[in-house]
Each structure stands twice: as structure tokens, then as C-alpha cells.
């Protein structure tokens, strides 16, 4: 039985390659590892004191997201997000989030709406100390919470799977101008307010919150 639970033990530890993967996400997520930037497997290994195995694995699968790009010859390069990809992912974020609303208006039970209250309370103590990165996961999580209700698996999975890069963007948009994140919360606010009664109402005003969002990152 003790060597049973050991092996469960060992198994729940996260893996070096899954350690490296995280550090370099969170590193180009922040922009520390800024677009444009050239790394080198060596430059890695130093900072994240590991081999040069876990950080390869850790490599191919940022590669593989299209955070970076691996040459033999030039090394490892931090891509950006195009302006064509950023309209790509909002406008399909704004066609799954409308479903979304769609789904739950009228219908969302006490819990539910005291989850998301919760979550705009917990945003608003961030808002008050102006914490960009506290507030883009907020920010997220309401939005994933309304996914959740839904109950649409597919399109959750969807939308789990562009979280990081859509982290990525509200990062890039809040460091602009942190002042943003009031209108954000008010729009979070009136959203929840309509899907309680008003159907339309919560569908316009999710389709307008998602597209002023794009709108504002070219301004």
C-alpha cells in the first residue's frame, strides 16, 4: 500500500518539460520575452536551470501553439499575434459568447448568479489596485463561467483552447491603459444584469463588450 501511494505521489508532480513549458509561456505572455525577441537553448537553459531536454519538449509544444518559432539557424524567435489573427480570434470569440448568452438568458439559477457575482466583486478589489495581470484571469474566468453554464462542451473546449493567447491580447490591451478595466467591469455588470431577464438585451451587449474590445486595441 505505501509503495502505492508513493508511485501516486510521484505521478502527481508536474514534469520538468511542464515547469519549462509554463516559465517561457508566462515570460512571452508578460512580454519579459518581448515579440520579435531571439532566444538560444542556451540562454534558456541558464535561466530556467534545466537540461536541455525538458526545455526542447517544452519548445516544440510553444511551437506547436504558435507562441514560438524554432530555426536551426536563427534560433528561437518570439512570434506576435497578427492584427488578422487578433480580428480572427475576436470574432469567433464574439460568435461562441453570443451562443453563450443566447443559452442562459432567463435561466440562470441563484448559485449561478452568485458565482458571478462573485467573481465582479473579486474584480473589483483588482480594479482598485490596478493589477493588469490579476484582472486579465478575472476577466477570463467570467467570461469561461458563462461557457460553463452554458453547457456547450465543444464550445468551451474551443474557448479554453485560444485562453492563453486571449490572456496574451487583454494583456497587451490593459498595459496600454489600465483605466480600461472600469469600462470592463461595467460591462461585465450590465451583462450579468440582462442575462437575468432580457435575452436581447445580454446578446447586444456581450456582442458590443467583445467588438469596442477589438476595436480598442487598434486605437
Do not use: W
Amino acid at each position: 500500500m505505501e509503495e502505492t501511494n508513493l508511485t501516486n505521489a510521484s505521478s502527481a508532480q508536474p514534469l520538468l518539460k511542464d515547469i519549462a513549458y509554463d516559465k517561457i509561456k508566462t515570460l512571452i505572455l508578460e512580454e519579459q520575452f518581448e515579440p520579435g525577441r531571439f532566444l538560444s537553448e542556451r540562454e534558456l537553459i541558464a535561466l530556467l536551470n534545466m537540461s536541455k531536454t525538458p526545455i526542447k519538449n517544452a519548445l516544440t509544444r510553444l511551437e506547436s501553439e504558435g507562441f514560438v518559432t524554432v530555426s536551426s539557424k536563427q534560433g528561437i524567435i518570439i512570434n506576435d499575434l497578427s492584427i488578422s489573427r487578433i480580428i480572427d480570434i475576436y470574432d469567433l470569440r464574439t460568435v461562441l459568447e453570443v451562443y453563450n448568452c443566447e443559452v442562459i438568458a432567463g435561466k440562470l439559477t441563484p448559485e449561478r448568479i452568485a458565482r458571478l457575482e462573485k467573481n465582479l466583486d473579486e474584480t473589483a478589489d483588482i480594479v482598485g489596485r490596478l493589477s493588469v495581470r490579476e484582472f486579465a484571469k478575472a476577466d477570463h474566468e467570467f467570461h469561461l463561467l458563462l461557457c460553463e453554464f452554458a453547457g456547450n462542451q465543444e464550445v468551451y473546449r474551443v474557448l479554453l483552447n485560444y485562453q492563453d493567447h486571449l490572456l496574451r491580447i487583454t494583456l497587451k490591451h490593459l498595459n496600454k491603459e489600465p483605466q480600461r478595466m472600469v469600462r470592463f467591469l461595467q460591462d461585465h455588470r450590465d451583462i450579468l444584469e440582462s442575462l437575468k431577464t432580457d435575452r436581447a438585451e445580454a446578446v447586444e451587449r456581450m456582442r458590443a463588450h467583445l467588438q469596442n474590445s477589438k476595436k480598442k486595441l487598434f486605437e
